[in-house]
């Protein structure tokens, strides 16, 4: 049962519906969000706090959700400020610079036990964490979710031609790095 999303809303508004709509958003947009938040965060366990923390603040502010917008965007827009959030936490708590941070985040990719630093899917996902945070936000909601520039325009809230050029940039800092490694 995919139940849309107008429908949804509907349900979560009525007391009596009000929770099982809200479990029924979370299993429809669960897994695409986990991803979306883990090629920001890196970590498994930091994934899963943040996305925690993104549908607390979705149940708090649903009922003021105005529809300007998809839900999908919505949900993409605080997981995004959740993460960012996060990375920015963490900054702070270990009171290094953020080029510490990525090296941090590189050596997690390093560390996993399925790493092989031969194979591309690997070169990308550390060429990825060589990217300004910016760029590489913009990469991944291009590049593996493929949104669009308009929808990603409104969860950012940055112009589309600001981010055709972000996403141009990364590509090209992403295919030096990999055809230089």
Known sequence: MNIDDAELLV????PATKEQAFTAIIKKYQERLYWHIRRMVVDHENTNDVLQNMFIKAW????????DSQLYTWLYRIA???????????KRKSSISLNDVETGLCNIIKTDQNFDANK???KLQLA????????????????Y????YEQMSRVLGTSEGAL????HHAAKKIQDF???N
């Open 11 to 14: 349900q979560f508004r009525l």
């Open 60 to 67: 708090k502010g649903l009922e003021n959700f105005r529809e």
């Open 80 to 90: 995004t400020n959740e993460s960012l959030t996060f990375l920015d936490q963490q």
């Open 120 to 122: 591309l899917e690997w």
């Open 128 to 143: 990825i964490q060589q990217l300004p945070e910016k760029q590489r936000l913009v990469f991944n909601l291009r590049y």
């Open 145 to 148: 979710d493929e949104m669009p």
């Open 164 to 167: 055709k050029a972000s996403y």
């Open 178 to 180: 990999i055809l230089g």
